[in-house]
């Protein structure tokens, strides 16, 4: 925008140029623009100051300018004794304020001041402030991500948990206090209200506590931990409470909130790719200059840098190389290519097969023995954790085995890393599935003897059992971060600082990944939403889980990591990070749902007995709501208003889409204005050349260099002004 | 401005925060970290040598730690000595709420080695060689650095003239997804 608008200003204050700037490439589409805006920038021009030099000109022009936009003084690029001159001219300029308008003015600082110590006293609340400060410094933006994206989970969870606290757990702690009137839920008398205890009669042993503690059952599972402590069903104080609609809203809305909050923390994040996407060109300079981290305090971490970027630089310009050797790939060696990977993918799909159904079968196995009693405890403990431990395993084996087939497909390196990733999610996420799959099909006992509408003789209680499960993936999953990073990575960082053996040094310091690492806490955090309903407290264990998780990991990183040599980005991983975990969620949402919507509620525990399915509680609530009111939202809930709703969001969809056309025609249109502004530049120049020539004709070691650097310093206090 | 004075007067504090983009906490910060160098100086001198700003630890492992202090200086012997003013100049354009503008305008300054105006193949060489480290065996290689500035100019360089200049730059930054969060200092 500045030079044309320079070009136009001197256009009209100094004539003598004149014919040489109408011969500009770009005037044409200067006339065009003047046409709209030039008004404006007339005014700003007439309250020009001292013209005396070209340079004071561009200066003059610019302050004007950002003066008409009132850009505050502190966003100009000037050193602080200009920015205080600045201020001092603009006051006068504006005259000074008197009366009403001081005192409006000195209002509005104090309050913009106020703000900004909110702000301060608010961020410096922010949980681990000092911690991500130092991680930051260590190791760069781009582990930094990780933690602040940890520490975000702590705090959804922390919300989730105050939700599920406040609407469920706290009226009935309080009624179980005071003397209210409570209904409690019952159901006619028939064999599947019998719910057997199940806490252990007589002499406990001190090891069954442990098993209790660590797989939910015993003494924990008539608790507020557990789906089926929550009987109660209206508690009448002055105004009767609905227990089973506040469970099921409570439930709904905490899923929601994950949604709408994700959604807006990847809204940016979403932006930019959308714009990296757009011209995927620009990755070289993003890293020669974005490159490098200048919160970096780290001598170490200094040199660490200059490595990967160095490494990032040389794969990149590698990539560029293998890319046109692919695009120079003959017919018959392409064939061979698409041939291999389709074998590979069909091992791939196979590994994962056989993973699902150990998977299965461990679930299973499992669920059948639990109801044998066991002599052994640890036994005991292995058959209760089955499921979890195959998962884990799965989960550690299937990682490695992808990362070494896929160097036989041949794809290009960047593509190999986000491949695997991709793989590597699925798989993660598809073994809770299966789990959930292979408890479903052993809660729904197909058709035989199914008399309440679930499997009522070996699970009196299901929702309790699914939150068992739950439970007990959290806890393992906890166990096992805490135990890699104590026994595995910690020996390992003695091990190879202490043996000078060959293959200590082969094997070298472990890695920081930071994709397996958020898949862990993406996992773990599927599992939460998923618990949830079935387990309320589940949110507040996995919130105190994700605090340890943090100090835990920073530890390791500080002592016993090495960043991993390709770096991941800040921008990408970002994003990357949300799209996993909403992957989560939407995978988290689905068998909710189903259970919700369904699968027949137990008729011996929990709020929902008196329902056939835990949804009926909307229906029922609603017919028992004033006739308009009821009206009015079972209209809404029908089927021309969710046509009339699809066909207005298709409508909107389309109008953005617009948009987007237009603002990408826009950009295309400034683009050309730049470009021809370069053209109007390197005309003008040998225009001035050619001038120059006619008047130093005699002496040539002064010609067209010098006006080059003429042009340069030109540039330069445009550049300092 | 400081002198041994450990308190900023008032006035001059809330002036600071009209003029920069820094809080009241940094800008105490800062003042306390300058008075530090001060005394290290020999004598209450109101400007601070480029070697001993150079010590800081946010600037010493810095690659570009020389180019920041010759930017922000305004010391008429361009010795890259800062005023306290001039730092705090410094970490505005470095903190968390500066414009993008602000932040790009820097940047092609740090960037333009020879303070031409432009940045040409010759800044963008040291440009590279600062970021991936000065030793021989750590440069890339010379046909590699020839294909790597080809690409920069190729994706940046609209204007199609061999360099990049201050809006060609600032187009291609406020593209550029990572330079926000990376390009700050905190104290």
């Known amino acids: ?721 | 401005m400081g002198g041994k004075a450990s308190h900023l007067p008032k006035e001059s504090l809330s002036e600071y925060q009209e003029l920069t983009f820094l809080t009241k906490q940094e800008i105490n910060e800062a003042h306390k970290k300058f008075c530090q160098l001060q005394t290290r100086e020999n004598g209450p001198m109101e400007r601070v040598s480029m070697q001993i700003i150079m010590t800081l630890p946010e600037l010493k492992s810095n690659p570009f730690r020389e180019r920041i202090c010759h930017v922000f200086s305004t010391s008429d012997r361009k010795d890259g000595s800062l005023s306290f003013e001039d730092f705090l100049d410094l970490l505005s354009a470095f903190s968390d709420s500066a414009t993008l503008e602000i932040k790009s305008h820097y940047a092609f300054r740090i960037f333009d080695f020879d303070d031409d105006g432009t940045l040409d193949g010759e800044d963008l060489r040291k440009l590279v060689n600062c970021l991936t480290g000065e030793t021989d065996d750590a440069r890339l290689t010379s046909e590699e650095m020839r294909q790597l500035i080809g690409n920069i100019l190729e994706e940046s360089d609209i204007d199609k003239d061999g360099t990049v200049n201050l809006s060609e730059f600032q187009h291609v930054i406020s593209r550029s997804p990572d330079f926000v969060s990376s390009f700050k200092i905190v104290l």
């Not at chain 1, 003059?60 to 850009?71: A, F, I, M, N, P």
């Not at chain 1, 439930?251 to 959604?263: G, P, Q």
């Not at chain 1, 000078?500 to 939403?529: H, M, R, S």
């Not at chain 1, 008196?610 to 609530?621: A, E, L």
């Open chain 1, 1 to 721: 925008m500045d030079p044309t608008d320079a070009v136009f200003s001197t256009d009209h204050r100094v004539p003598s140029s004149h014919l040489l700037l109408d011969q500009l490439p770009s005037y044409q589409s200067l006339l065009y623009r003047r046409k709209s805006s030039g008004s404006a920038r007339r005014r700003g021009s007439g309250r020009v100051r001292q013209p005396s030099v070209i340079s004071g000109k561009w200066l003059e022009q610019k302050t004007v300018h950002s003066g008409e936009e009132l850009r505050p003084v502190r966003e100009l690029p000037k050193s602080m004794e200009d920015k205080r001159q600045e201020k001092e001219q603009r006051l006068q300029q504006g005259g000074a304020p008197i009366g009403w308008g001081l005192w409006r003015l000195n209002v509005h600082r104090s309050l913009k001041r106020l703000k900004e110590d909110g702000m301060d006293l608010l961020s410096s609340l922010q949980l681990w402030r000092a911690d991500v400060h130092l991680i930051e410094g260590m190791f760069g933006t781009g582990i930094l991500s990780y933690f602040s994206f940890l520490r975000f989970l702590v705090l959804l969870n922390f919300i989730m948990f105050l939700l599920m606290f406040v609407f469920v757990m706290l009226p009935v702690i309080i009624t179980s206090h005071t003397s209210l009137n409570i209904t409690y839920s019952s159901t006619d008398v028939r064999d599947c209200s019998v719910y057997p205890s199940s806490s252990r009669q007589g002499l406990v042993v001190f090891h069954q506590h442990i098993t209790d503690l660590l797989s939910g059952t015993g003494f924990l599972e008539q608790t507020y931990l557990f789906y089926g402590y929550y009987r109660l069903e209206f508690i009448h104080s002055a105004f009767s409470y609905n227990l089973p609609l506040a469970y099921l809203l409570t439930t709904v809305s905490y899923l929601l909130l994950s949604l709408v909050w994700i959604v807006k923390r990847s809204a940016s994040g979403f932006k930019r790719k959308l714009i990296q996407d757009e011209d995927r060109f620009q990755s070289f300079c993003n890293k020669i200059f974005a490159g490098w981290d200048f919160c970096i305090t780290d001598e170490n971490a200094a040199r660490l840098k200059r490595s990967s970027l160095l490494y990032e630089l040389k794969m990149d310009l590698e990539e560029e190389r293998i890319k046109q050797k692919m695009a120079n790939r003959t017919r018959c060696e392409r064939f061979r290519i698409y041939m291999l990977r389709a074998a590979v993918n069909l091992f791939v799909v196979a590994v994962l097969i056989s993973c699902f159904f150990c998977i299965y079968v461990a679930t299973v196995f499992s669920q059948q023995k639990q109801d044998e009693e066991q002599s052994n405890f640890l036994l005991e403990l292995m058959v209760e954790y089955l499921p979890s431990i195959v998962i884990t395993l799965a989960n550690f084996i299937t990682p490695l085995i992808f990362n070494l087939i896929i160097s036989f497909e041949d794809y290009s390196p960047a593509f190999e890393i986000r491949f695997t990733l991709m793989r590597c999610v699925f798989m993660r996420l598809a073994s809770i599935g299966v789990l959930l799959f292979s408890l479903w099909s052993q809660i729904t006992c197909g058709s035989s003897h199914c008399s309440c509408g679930y499997n009522h003789h070996r699970y009196p209680c299901w929702e309790t059992h699914v939150g068992q499960e739950m439970y007990k993936l959290v806890i393992f999953d906890f166990l096992i971060i805490a135990a890699v990073t104590i026994f595995i990575e910690f020996p390992r960082k003695i091990i190879v600082n202490h043996c000078d053996c060959a293959l200590a040094k082969w094997w070298g310091q472990q890695e920081f990944a930071i994709p397996q690492n958020v898949l862990e806490i993406v996992y773990g955090q599927t599992i939460c939403w998923i618990g949830t309903f079935y387990c309320p407290l589940l949110p507040a264990i996995n919130t105190v889980k994700y605090f340890l998780v943090f100090y835990l990991k920073k530890v390791s990183l500080m002592t016993n990591c090495r960043p991993a040599t390709r770096p991941f980005r800040a921008s990408s991983s970002h994003f990357f990070f949300l799209v996993v975990l909403l992957i989560g969620l939407a995978l988290a949402s689905v068998p909710v749902t189903v259970s919700i919507a369904e699968i027949p509620p137990s008729r011996a525990c929990g709020p929902f007995v008196n329902y056939t399915s835990s949804w009926m509680v909307v229906p029922r609530v609603i017919t028992q709501l004033p006739h308009s009111l009821s009206s009015v939202l079972m209209a809404l809930a029908s089927e021309a208003c969710a046509v009339s709703l699809f066909v207005i969001t298709c409508l909107g969809m389309f109008y953005v889409i617009a948009l987007a056309g237009a603002h990408k025609r826009v950009i295309e249109q400034l683009r050309d204005q730049l470009a021809m502004e370069g053209r109007d530049k390197r005309f003008l120049i040998q225009k001035l050349c050619q001038a120059q020539q006619g008047v130093f004709a005699r002496s040539p070691d002064r010609g067209c260099h010098g006006n080059r650097q003429d042009a340069g310093l030109y540039f330069v206090r445009e550049t300092k002004a």
